[in-house]
């Protein structure tokens, strides 16, 4: 009750035509080589489409991030894309469990329509929690672990990130959470070109770290980089888990400063302080303090297509 009163004293909530909505361009069933096709449905969750590929990220359809329909953090605007709008997915990656990125009904809903084929990779320590909705095609992975894409010859690394994981008062931290990398199967640290194709970064959600540059240097570089801007006021509180924009830039900038980089993790729900329009705004102004190409900075509307050539 206290955190409700004191957001309410800060900018009111932004509305609908306030986040202008964009008309989605979803390829079917894949997009064509030599591209990346990146559609922003809602804070963190896109819809990733690469030759051969769709993934999803952090899925979240529902109208709250919370444990309960009725109460918790409301959408400003609905999803940028229909949940019946989506094409064949092939897979979906978690960074973690909070409510904003892990969603019980969203979980159910699509192992309704996809079934087992749907796989689902996951940080250590997830199997169980699936496993009690029915899910059982789960592939959990420590940070570092490599594993093969289920279609479209690519790899999935599950990479560092600083931040942590509870969804009851008695499970802080009893599970992993990660960031995630999508490479070209057989890309080496040594010989990047010997494996030709798109690469694609997802932070997930982090507060900055050092382990941004090692990333970086192991699994890049990369075509796309989805990086969190936004949940950081009280920087205080916040900075251990949720990066600031200047800081999202300079995680580019560690990680090679290659290819587009789409701000993440904003304009969705209320989580903390700031207003929810601030992020874009101070991550185009650290963009150009810090020199950086301006074509290179894709800030989406909710259901943006952002394409991008490899």
């Known amino acids: 009750m ?47 489409q690469l030759p051969g590929l769709n993934l ?8 709250r991030a919370s444990p309960v329909p009725f109460a918790g953090a409301k959408r400003f605007s609905p999803p940028g894309l229909a949940f019946e709008s989506l094409p064949p997915i092939h897979g979906v990656l978690l960074s973690h469990d909070h409510y904003d990125h892990l969603d019980r009904p969203t979980v159910r809903a699509l192992h309704r329509r996809f079934g087992d084929d749907l796989a689902w990779y996951t940080p250590l320590g997830y199997r169980a929690w699936f ?7 789960i592939v959990e ?48 640290l040594a010989a990047p070109e010997s494996a030709p194709g798109p ?15 090692e990333i970086g240097m192991r699994l890049g570089p990369f075509d796309v980089s989805l990086i969190p801007v936004g949940a950081y006021e009280p920087a205080w509180f916040m900075s251990a888990s949720h990066m600031n924009p200047e800081e999202a830039v300079q995680v580019y900038r560690d990680l090679g400063a ?18 929810p329009l601030e992020p874009p705004e101070r991550t185009r102004m650290a ?12 800030v989406a509307r909710h259901g943006e297509t952002i394409v991008v050539a490899s």
Not at 56 to 63: A, M, Q
Not at 131 to 137: R, S
Not at 154 to 179: K, Q
Not at 287 to 298: E, K, P, Y
């Open 2 to 48: 206290a955190w409700e009163w004191i957001t309410r004293r800060h900018a009111p909530d932004p509305t609908p035509s306030d986040l202008q909505a964009a008309e989605s361009r979803i390829a079917r069933p894949t997009t064509l080589d030599g591209q990346v096709r990146v559609t922003w449905i809602g804070h963190a969750t896109y819809l990733i």
């Open 56 to 63: 999803l990220t952090d899925p979240v359809w529902s109208e």
């Open 131 to 137: 496993g009690a909705l029915g899910v059982t095609h």
């Open 141 to 188: 992975c420590d940070w570092w672990d490599r594993v093969e894409a289920p279609t479209g010859g690519f790899e999935l690394t599950a990479a560092p990130a600083r931040h942590w994981t509870r969804r009851t008062p008695w499970s802080t931290n009893t599970r992993l959470w990660c960031s995630w990398a999508i490479t070209p199967a057989g890309r080496s």
């Open 199 to 213: 690469a694609v970064y997802f932070g997930g959600d982090s507060g900055y770290a050092a382990c941004f540059a």
């Open 258 to 275: 290659s290819g587009a980089f789409i701000p993440t993790h904003w304009g969705t729900f209320r989580l903390t302080f700031e207003d």
């Open 287 to 298: 963009w150009h303090a810090a020199g950086l190409d301006a074509s290179d900075l894709r």
